[in-house]
Nanobody, 117 residues
């Protein structure tokens, strides 16, 4: 499984960015797919995820501003980020988490998001 993330960059506070994560091949037994982020000196945290039944889950800090969805018959996972704040600055990682008994996490390389205040 390979995950290719793109779309990071520098934006002013209040602006928008769209992150995309392209998956290679067909992935089965998915429990959830999502985006995580890690700011300097902080632990990696969940930003948003799509659970296998299509349910979405967001961190409280991004609710109402970020939206996660899939395109291209599910091969691309998108994180649309609006009303960005300086505290959203981090390296963002896409993730695929498989169901038990596999319970494996696959990670894409990170993409830097920098929000200037």
């Amino acid at each position: 499984v390979q995950l290719q993330a793109s779309g990071g960059g520098l934006v002013q506070a209040g602006g928008s960015l769209r992150l995309s994560c392209t998956t290679s091949g067909s992935i089965r037994n998915i429990n959830d797919m999502g985006w995580y982020r890690q700011a300097p000196g902080k632990q990696r945290e969940l930003v948003a995820r799509i659970i296998g039944d299509g349910t979405t889950d967001y961190a409280d800090s991004v609710k109402g501003r970020f939206s996660i969805f899939r395109e291209d018959e599910g091969s691309v996972m998108v994180l649309q980020m609006n009303s960005l704040k300086a505290e959203d600055t981090a390296v963002y990682y896409c993730n695929v988490h498989l169901l038990p008994p596999y319970n494996t996490h696959y990670w894409g390389h990170g993409t830097q998001v920098t929000v200037s205040s």
